[in-house]
């Protein structure tokens, strides 16, 4: 008898376990936190602060500097926040105040989320899990310390996944427009649409595309529009050519890394992201479409920021609820223990730690494809009588 593997369980004691090891790294050598950080201690919630500023005049956003490359949707709340955040002298304590409240809002937020993609899930077992997610390198280092709004997308899209085959209409209506708005303000996750092309949903997937037009180029009209939307364009490229080299998370910040050259970088993250896409349409378990998804958003731009990582959490979360047995025993082992890596406390250095990411991520990408290829191949031999 088949008897299903406690995968939550073991994800809790190996990223326990290396939460205890870093935390006592951490008491023995407090300077070790530097060493871990994306950006400088006085750059810190950068991206929070800095993309305020940048929506202070609306119409001019794009204008303000290359780094204002986010869509119009999210500088419409930009604005709004600085609109009503007073203007005093110490601004920056201010805006570190305002960013604890949002911080705060968005990881009572996660928790719910984790708790109904959990929902099978005793909750000491939910709420240890979510505590040990929001402890990982890529929330404290990433969503935490650059004060990114990747975590808002994130959340988007898990709940899209969640509903996306409910039996409740509204539901998987609503599935469309959280991920058009996720593609409003990370432009990446309308990659996330694949999924309905794949399932053949080709009237829901017309609908995500009005969905997506009007979240993503109707908020130009705000921001200078037609001006402000080839601005935004520019930026885009400008920050991945100037940012892919330094950030060890894309395959063509690897490529840099080990002086294979830009051209090198650009063709391997074409490759892999066309095998990707493609394993999207044949792969039979929907944690593994929805990784390969989260693998084209995060491993094949030039530049991914290390907080991108969070949504292969979208990929785990289906892994942890699949109907995962003995007869696939083998491959799920290396998945826990390579997901618990990736979503475990940070070690080391920052260079250390990104491949503790990054590595996992190419292994999981491999393993997914062994694993399907030996299934079609075994579909195909033919079958001996056995007289």
């Not at 009237?203 to 969905?211: D, M, N, Q, S, V």
């Not at 969070?310 to 082992?333: D, E, G, P, R, V």
């Not at 997901?339 to 990408?365: H, Q, W």
Request: aromatic residues 18%.
């Amino acid at each position: 008898m088949n008897r299903k593997t406690d995968y939550l369980r073991i994800y809790e004691i190996i990223a326990g376990v290396i939460l205890v090891i870093t935390t006592i790294l951490f008491l023995k050598t407090p300077n070790m936190l530097y060493t871990l950080m994306d950006s400088d201690i006085s750059k810190i919630f950068w991206d929070f602060k800095s993309h305020i500023n940048f929506a202070a005049d609306l119409k001019n956003t794009y204008s303000t500097s290359m780094h204002a490359c986010f869509p119009p949707l999210i500088y419409l709340f930009y604005h709004f926040l600085y609109l009503i955040i007073p203007k005093v002298d110490n601004i920056d304590m201010l805006y570190n105040f305002v960013y604890a409240i949002y911080l705060s809002v968005m990881f009572i937020t996660f928790s719910y989320i984790c708790s109904k993609m959990l929902e099978k899930e005793s909750f000491a077992k939910r709420l240890t899990a979510t505590v040990l997610f929001a402890l990982s390198a890529p929330f404290v280092f990433g969503i935490t310390e650059q004060g990114n709004i990747v975590l808002l997308p994130m959340m988007l899209l898990a709940v899209a996944a969640l509903w996306r085959d409910s039996e409740n209409k509204v539901k998987r209506e609503l599935a469309l427009i959280f991920i058009a708005v996720a593609a409003g303000i990370k432009v990446y996750p309308a990659i996330f649409g694949i999924i309905y092309l794949a399932e053949k949903r080709y009237k829901e997937a017309i609908r995500l595309i009005i969905y997506g037009i009007l979240f993503f180029f109707v908020p130009f009209v705000f921001t200078g529009g037609i001006d402000g939307m080839i601005t935004f364009f520019n930026n885009q490229s400008a920050v991945h050519q100037a940012w892919g080299q330094y950030s060890l998370v894309s395959i063509y910040s690897y490529a840099n890394f080990f002086d294979l050259g830009n051209k090198v970088g650009i063709i391997l993250s074409a490759l892999f992201g066309f095998v990707a896409l493609i394993t999207v349409f044949f792969a039979k378990s929907m944690w593994q479409k929805y990784f390969m998804i989260a693998f084209i958003m995060v491993m094949c731009p030039l530049w991914s920021g290390q907080y991108t990582v969070c949504f292969f959490l979208i990929a785990f979360f289906a892994f942890l609820q699949s109907n995962q047995t003995l007869n696939n025993k083998f491959y799920n082992n290396i998945y826990i223990i390579m997901f618990s890596l990736i979503f475990s406390a940070n070690i080391l250095t920052k260079k250390v730690g990104a491949m503790k990411i990054t590595g996992p991520v190419f292994i999981i990408f491999f393993v997914i494809l062994l694993q399907n290829i030996t299934q079609i191949k075994s579909k195909t031999k033919p079958v001996s009588k056995i007289e």
